[in-house]
Each structure stands twice: as C-alpha cells, then as structure tokens.
C-alpha cells in the first residue's frame, strides 16, 4: 500500500543520545515535513523540503536537524536529546509543496526522553 | 501573529446526535482552510475549502468556509462511535512562489457515545 512509512513506532531515550527518526514514502512527492504533536499544544512544524537537496526550518527547528538525499527519504535526527523533546512525531508528505495543499501523514513516532 | 482557533477543545454526544465543530483563523495571506481526522494515529485528510459559501460534503460530514467572518465549520449528522476523534483545522498562509506556512489549530477531541 502506497505511503508514508515511519520507524521505530516508540522508542525511550536516554537524555544526552542521539537519535534518528525515520520517514521514507513512496508517492514521489516532492515535498517532505516533520511535524511534533503535543497534548495542548497541537501539530507544530519541524522542519520541511520542498524537493530533495533541499530543507527549511519550521516553526519549532531547535535541537533538531534533517537531510534530503533523496525522493523517498525524510531523516530527522535529534543530536542530544532532551526531556522537553518527548513527544510524538508524524512525518507527512505532499505533491509539490504548495502552501495548502493536502498533506500525507505517516503514523507517528512515539518519543519519550528521560 | 497569525492563529487557529478551535471550538470546542472536547465534546461527549450519543449515537445519532448532529455535531458542528467550528474553526475560527486571524491570518494574513489566507490561501486555503484544511479539515482532518485523527483517530489513533495519523491525521487524515477531510476537507479543503479555498472559497466562502460552498459547502463541501462526504457522506454525513459537510463543511463550510466564511471568509467574511473568518470562520470554518465542521458538521457531522447522525454520529457513530466510528466518528469518535480529534479533528483538526488547519489555514494555509501564502507569501508568494513556493513560500507559506500551514498553521493547526489544536483539535477538538469528539466522542460518541452508543
């Protein structure tokens, strides 16, 4: 089935580590996004890429970075994390990056911090 | 600063009610409103609406946009506990070429009881 495939589902983290979060999709959109998702505070923008060789930062990009080797694949990576960093990640996807278009999530990382 | 609003954040109804959720936006450059559901996992896609008065329907879901007021609304007639949710607005901003911004609101959580 055509989609978003993001891994691990969860994983506990230790404060300090790194950690890569995975996103790979196969409807060959261009545009690519990390969002997290936190109780009160609703879906926040990471970082995204309009095509790949290329990424910006979203509203909440601190502590977090990304790459666009290719088509298919969206890496976020967490260089030291931190407690406040606990929350769940989707990864979503979407034709040509045009602001409003329909987005494709995958469905979610589940990540707590201790 | 540009904001979503949604109304309200929870709501308990019965098998067969008439919900409206609502979704107000003060943003500039408003390109685009965006309706989806998040039942478990990942959010998936309802609703785009770009024009005031025409009303968007599928099956018992139907929504509708208010450019004038600022103001979407989300209806669901003879609920189901399948539609037990959190449902999500979200008002795409555009700046110009490929740049813009898509801002969630935080979602109403919907349950339906039988």
């Known amino acids: 089935i055509a989609g978003i495939t993001q891994a691990p589902t969860s994983q506990i983290l230790a404060a300090g580590r790194r950690m890569t979060l995975r996103c790979t999709q196969d409807?060959?959109?261009?545009?690519m996004y990390w969002y997290r998702q936190d109780l009160g505070l609703g879906l926040r923008l990471i970082h995204y890429s309009n095509t790949a060789g290329t990424t910006g930062k979203g509203e909440v990009p601190d502590g977090y970075s990304v790459s666009r080797a290719n088509t298919d694949d969206f890496p976020l990576t967490l260089a030291s994390a931190v407690p406040s960093q606990t929350s769940v990640y989707f990864c979503?996807?979407?034709?040509?990056?045009?602001?409003?278009?329909?987005?494709?999530f995958g469905s979610g990382t589940q990540l707590s911090v201790l | 600063e540009d904001k979503v609003v949604q109304s309200p954040l929870s709501l308990v109804v019965h098998e067969g009610d008439t919900v409206t959720l609502n979704c107000s936006y003060e943003v500039t450059n408003f390109r685009s409103l965006l309706w989806y559901k998040q039942e478990k996992k990942a959010p998936t896609f309802l609703f785009m609406l770009?024009?005031?008065?025409i009303e968007k329907k599928s099956g018992r879901l139907s929504s509708i946009l208010d450019k004038k007021e600022l103001f979407s609304i989300l209806n669901i007639t003879a609920t189901q506990t399948g539609d037990s949710a959190v449902y999500l607005c979200a008002v795409a901003i555009y700046y110009g070429g490929s740049q813009g911004n898509l801002i969630f609101g935080k979602g109403t959580k919907l349950s339906v009881k039988p």
């Open positions: 979503a996807s979407s034709t040509t990056g045009t602001p409003g278009e329909k987005l494709f």
């Open positions: 770009t024009s005031s008065g």
């Open positions: 409807m060959r959109h261009n545009a």
